[in-house]
């Protein structure tokens, strides 16, 4: 049987078992010095001062966070667009807000400023966009129009760990950002999230609401100090626990020096499926980046005419090769109450597919993932005009 080649895998070996080992035998596995370490490492990454972040358990939790943060509530409307994921749109509707839907292009999947703008009314109060397949979107344009109007941009940049407009980190460029290091994501930690909160208050108050709404009177010097008992303590909301830990942080340390090199093959197999994919009839592959724009080659996904993306998933799985569609459209679930028509996302998630990327896919791996879609596609549209086309554009390439 022929080994499976997966969507998204992680990159975890040697160096993070002796990281773990590492704090076993400190004896202290629970939040410290890990943890700050990552923090710390992390605002370095994105150019921010270190008090403007707060990890925790997941981009999900602090996704909920920030929706608290920004006081969404009953009455308010959040935008989002439709090719979200689910914990987004649970984040919104969980606080008794209505998520809105908006557009996106329907070749990059992202939403331009004016499907952003198309659905702001009056009760907007925030926006939440992501990036997706790690590309940076329309971001830079987004965050002025949320300026001009006084709304709150919240940026869900979980796969968008490395990506840039002009040297600016994504998530960086709102009032608010997330990541995520779950188990599928570039930089794994497991289980885990970043929470960047612009404004130094709101960021202040983060931690707190990650860790019950507890108020730190005192530490112990201080209450041996005071003749005080370090026990007691005051709690400023009704909040959760929701902090990550020193196992999973020391990997994110370790995961997070290895970034530039997991970008760098993600780069070099998206420009080997670009080579050799083009060219193939019926088959379009990602757009090309605008100038300045980087992006962290999360996903690779490729466009399919004539209606055949899922018969193509199926045949690719029988030939040992998963793919997927991410993210299946939130104005579609009824619970989120939307009666939106979105014609560019629905075209898109009807013909859109995620071919394998991660970072320990070798190149046998990228050449017979290639070789499978091209004979799928020329089986299923049933001319081998594209093939020769194609064939012909590798070797010229
Ligand atoms: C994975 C993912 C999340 C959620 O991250 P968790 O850490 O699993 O909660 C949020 N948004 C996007 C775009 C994602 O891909």
Redesign the pocket.
């Known amino acids: 049987m022929v080994d499976m080649i997966n969507v998204f895998q992680p990159s975890l070996g040697e160096q993070e078992l002796a990281a773990v080992r590492e704090v076993f035998e400190s004896n202290w596995v629970g939040r410290g010095e890990r943890a700050n370490e990552f923090e710390a490492g992390f605002a370095r990454h994105i150019g921010v001062g270190r008090e403007h972040v707060t990890s925790v358990n997941?981009?999900?939790e602090a996704t909920f966070i920030a929706m608290e943060l920004a006081g969404v509530g009953p009455g308010s409307e959040v935008v989002l667009p439709t090719v979200s994921?689910v914990?987004?749109g649970n984040a919104i509707a969980s606080r008794g807000a209505q998520p809105v839907f908006c557009d996106v292009d329907p070749r990059t999947l992202n939403p331009t400023v004016a499907d952003v703008e198309a659905v702001l009314t009056p009760r907007t109060k925030a926006v939440l966009i992501?990036h997706y397949g790690g590309y940076p979107g329309e971001v830079a344009q987004i965050a002025q129009l949320c300026r001009d109007r006084g709304i709150l941009l919240i940026e869900?940049a979980?796969?968008a760990i490395a990506s840039r407009v002009d040297g600016r980190p994504c998530g960086t460029f709102g009032d608010m950002g997330v990541w995520?290091f779950?188990h599928g994501?570039i930089v794994v930690t497991v289980d885990g999230?970043m929470l960047y909160v612009r404004d130094p208050e709101l960021a202040a108050r983060a931690p707190k609401l990650a860790y019950f709404g507890l108020e730190q009177k005192s530490g112990y010097d201080q209450a041996l100090r005071a003749r005080t008992r370090w026990w007691d303590f005051e709690i400023s909301s009704f909040s959760r626990r929701s902090v990550t830990n020193d196992v999973l942080t020391a990997i994110g340390n370790v995961q997070l020096s290895r970034l530039p090199e997991f970008i760098e093959r993600r780069r070099e197999i998206a420009r080997r499926y670009d080579s050799g994919l083009a060219g193939l009839d019926g088959l379009l592959c990602p757009p090309p980046l605008p100038a300045g724009h980087e992006s962290s080659y999360y996903m690779y996904w490729v466009q399919f005419e004539g209606g055949i993306r899922d018969e193509i998933a199926r045949d690719l799985y029988e030939r040992g090769i998963y793919t997927t569609f991410r993210y299946p459209l939130l104005h579609k679930v009824a619970a989120y109450g939307s009666g939106a028509l979105l014609p560019n996302a629905e075209a898109a998630a009807d013909r859109t597919l995620l071919l394998p990327m991660h970072q320990a896919l070798s190149d046998a791996d990228v050449e017979r993932t290639i070789e499978a879609v091209r004979e799928c596609v020329s089986e299923r549209l049933g001319g081998a005009g594209g093939v020769k086309l194609a064939v012909a554009d590798r070797r010229a390439g």
Request: net charge negative; with cysteine.
């Open positions: 997941s981009c999900t994921f914990g987004a992501l869900d979980a796969i995520s779950d994501k999230g």
